[in-house]
Antibody
Framework: EVQLVESGGGLVQPGRSLRLSCAVSGFTFEDYAMQWVRQAPGKGLEWVSGISWNSGSIDYADSVKGRFTISRDNAKNSLFLQMNSLRTEDTALYYC??????????????WGLGTLVTVSS | SSKLTQPPSVSVSPGQTASITCSGNNLGDRFVSWYQQRPGQSPVLVIYQDNKRPFGIPERFSGSNSGDSVTLSISETQAMDEATYYCQAWDSSTAVFGGGTKLTVL
């Protein structure tokens, strides 16, 4: 059974940093690209970032470029999102998402339950 | 990246066919996926590459892509299909989601 378990969310002040983690199981992690997608309270889905199987290809949404860094550790079956210079508009539920291909394909076949990030003073 | 436009809401009677559209520039040149999100739950992939169904998704769900618009169709709609549906495409190394369509089964 595929499982994606996010952690690291919480309440943080504007301008501070937070690091999200995603522990995966149930599939061969190193064979697939991974994504982060977020959803602000009561709003729609917004893609944040994607990383290929070997970290050779990394993409970001314009809204987070230069502030967020995606990474992965294939040996530990883990995905990360380092979030710096956080803004109130970054408040959202952050989902860890499995891509169905080795590089970002636009088909996201498994989603975690999400971890909530609240940016507020 | 280009924008994907969906109607905010669609209503359907039980047993009828629901159609949800998604429009955007040159959608016909890209593969589109559809996700179902029930209240309080994570999204679930229901259609990928325009018209393919993942394992476990009922045949009632189908998709089509023609030019600048794509359509998700749900035949024999049931109460359990009530959810928000999002279209999504990959464009210039970014993923773009539509704003979501809330399907109400009356």
């Amino acid at each position: 059974e595929v499982q994606l378990v996010e952690s690291g969310g919480g309440l943080v002040q504007p301008g501070r940093s937070l690091r999200l983690s995603c522990a995966v199981s149930g599939f061969t992690f190193e064979d697939y690209a991974m994504q982060w997608v977020r959803q602000a309270p009561g709003k729609g889905l917004e893609w944040v970032s994607g990383i290929s199987w070997n970290s050779g290809s990394i993409d970001y949404a314009d809204s987070v470029k230069g502030r967020f860094t995606i990474s992965r550790d294939n040996a530990k079956n883990s995905l990360f999102l380092q979030m710096n210079s956080l803004r109130t508009e970054d408040t959202a539920l952050y989902y860890c998402v499995k891509d169905w291909d080795i590089s970002s394909s636009g088909t996201f076949d498994y989603w975690g339950l999400g971890t909530l990030v609240t940016v507020s003073s | 990246s280009s924008k994907l436009t969906q109607p905010p809401s669609v209503s359907v009677s039980p047993g009828q066919t629901a159609s949800i559209t998604c429009s955007g520039n040159n959608l016909g040149d890209r593969f589109v996926s559809w996700y179902q999100q029930r209240p309080g739950q994570s999204p679930v992939l229901v259609i990928y590459q325009d018209n393919k169904r993942p394992f476990g998704i009922p045949e009632r769900f189908s998709g089509s892509n023609s030019g600048d618009s794509v359509t998700l169709s749900i035949s024999e709609t049931q109460a359990m299909d009530e959810a928000t549906y999002y279209c999504q495409a990959w464009d210039s190394s970014t993923a773009v989601f539509g704003g979501g369509t809330k399907l109400t089964v009356l």
